[in-house]
């Protein structure tokens, strides 16, 4: 072993040392050669130094109530996954693998299915092909079904399966699932595509994806289902910083006595204080009872400075005002 | 875990076997909690990009190749997943974190892999939290692999996908960075 010159090249001799794989003899080898280098010496004391203090292996502790919670939602997240995360390709690829004629009558009965569904369909006709473009511009009042923005080229039938059939009669009882990809383009303030992504957010999308969507929501959040989804979001979500754009969302709408209740919870329940501030701000300007009690109760228990003596100081305001009166 | 065993686990969890697949991550479990904390803002951040990763690998989990490492392929997804996560949330942390009076909820840091008897103070723990957020993706990400989860260089390379020199040079940034940060404390 030679030690280079370069001050690079032996940052990068040290770390072999701490972090490669070397066996003990090449670390004696190492350690010896420090003997007669001086520099490197202390380049290594250094490292050695902050290894003590940090040593390697220090990690975030994972308590096993922690580790409990985790274990529980993934299985109810595996569970979900995989009842509704099947693909038409992996269908048509697990019927590759069956004998040929089972695989074909499989494949005919969800062909003949699709066919039987879009001849007997009751919007078949003229306007049954009604594009996306048109279903949008449509100005319907009624909250639609996610399923009227997809149109029929859009869905695929898998996990078909025959429950029962009776040979004699031809009676037959079926079970499918359909799945679809659709690409929407349009505006947020579209009822449609807003009340689309609300609820959307009551479903299992990725934390990024509702961040995403509650951000493209706030122009129109007054729309029916987009703050109810909002409020499920702030008092059921797990990722804080989503909680966090929901609060910030519905701070315009605490005029609506659903919203305060949401707002309250919050402020009372939320682990997060970035959550609860922003809670407590948009509550600061209403003076009723249950209010009140929330703040009452905050005064003392809230683990931010803020939202305690903000609290204490309105209460004591109420207090003041009702021994005068 | 025998070689065997997690292999097939790995064969059952591919073929769709969700408790295989809750099986195999159950001696996993903890070390991917605490590398998606070494990425995350707090618990709960790091409870989401846990459970996205896991998400993610099993749906992935049938392009698994079985010559390869299941616990570096595992490690990848964290940390790719969680650096998603950081990228997309980074604007909502930050309008958060401006608000927050002070900042309640961070890991709390032990000094080897498991035992809960050697918790560090909390001032320390936090003080090693904020300092971690200093660090930048890549730094960060050599930092957790090599030094708090204790891979070699060449294994840290596998998992971000670049060469051990690399590594070595994020490495020792991370270091200094985490030195002159933490210099009160040692």
């Known amino acids: 072993m030679t030690i280079p010159d370069a001050e690079e090249q032996q940052q990068f001799l040290v770390l072999d040392y701490l972090y490669g794989d070397w066996d003990e003899a090449q670390k004696n080898e190492f350690e010896q050669l420090l003997i007669a280098n001086q520099s490197l010496k202390q380049l290594v004391d250094d490292e050695r130094g902050f290894n003590e203090f940090f040593p390697i292996g220090r990690q975030p502790l994972i308590e096993p109530e922690r580790l409990e919670g985790n274990r529980w939602l993934l299985r109810q997240n595996l569970r979900k996954a995989s009842r509704s995360g099947f693909s038409f390709q992996n269908w048509l690829s697990g019927l590759a693998q069956r004998p040929f004629s089972i695989a074909f009558q499989g494949a005919a009965m969800a062909m003949t299915f699709v066919l039987g569904v879009m001849v007997a369909s009751p919007n078949s006709g003229p306007s049954a092909g009604i594009s996306d473009e048109i279903l949008l511009s449509a100005g319907q009042n009624s909250a639609p079904s996610p399923l009227a923005l997809i149109s029929e080229e859009d869905f695929e039938i898998y996990k078909l399966k025959v429950n029962h059939y009776d040979a004699a009669t031809g009676d037959i009882d079926l079970s499918f699932s359909v799945a679809s990809e659709t690409r929407l383009s349009g505006n947020v303030a579209d009822s449609k595509i807003s009340q689309l992504m609300a609820v959307a957010l009551l479903d299992d999308i990725d934390s990024a994806s509702r961040l995403d969507t509650i951000n493209a929501l706030q122009p129109v959040v007054s729309g029916d289902k987009v703050y109810e989804a909002l409020i499920y979001v702030l008092t059921n979500d797990q990722n804080p910083g989503v909680r966090y754009q929901a609060v910030r969302s519905l701070v315009a709408l605490s005029d609506e006595e659903q919203v305060r209740d949401a707002l309250r919870l919050a402020l009372q329940k939320d682990v997060n204080s970035g959550v609860r501030i922003e809670a407590f701000n948009a509550l600061m300007p209403y003076r009723d009872e249950q209010t009140l009690g929330v703040f009452r109760a905050q005064m003392d228990v809230d683990s931010s400075e803020y939202i305690r003596n903000q609290s204490r100081f309105i209460v004591e305001q109420i207090d003041n005002n009702s021994i005068i009166l | ?186």
């Open chain 2, 1 to 186: 875990m025998l070689r065997e065993t997690e292999d097939e686990l790995v064969r059952s969890a591919q073929a769709g076997d969700v408790a295989a697949f809750e099986n195999l991550m159950r001696l996993l479990e903890r070390q991917m909690l605490a590398v998606a904390a070494g990425f995350a803002h707090t618990p709960d951040d790091a409870n989401d990009i846990y459970q996205d990763a896991m998400l993610a690998a099993y749906k992935a989990l049938p392009n698994f190749k079985l010559e390869s490492k299941f616990s570096t392929w595992i490690h990848k997804i964290v940390v790719n997943t969680a650096l998603s996560n950081r990228r997309k949330l980074k604007r909502t942390w930050q309008k958060m974190a401006a608000v927050q009076a002070e900042y309640e909820q961070v890991e709390k840091y032990t000094d080897k892999r498991s035992p809960e008897s050697n918790m560090l103070d909390s001032e320390l723990s936090c003080a090693i939290s904020q300092a971690m957020t200093r660090l930048s993706d890549t730094e960060r990400i050599a930092f957790v692999l090599c030094h708090q989860q204790g891979f070699k260089l060449k294994e840290a390379a596998e998992v971000m996908s670049c060469t051990v020199n690399s590594v070595k040079v994020v490495l020792f940034r991370a270091r200094n960075k985490l030195k002159a940060r933490l210099a009160e404390y040692h």
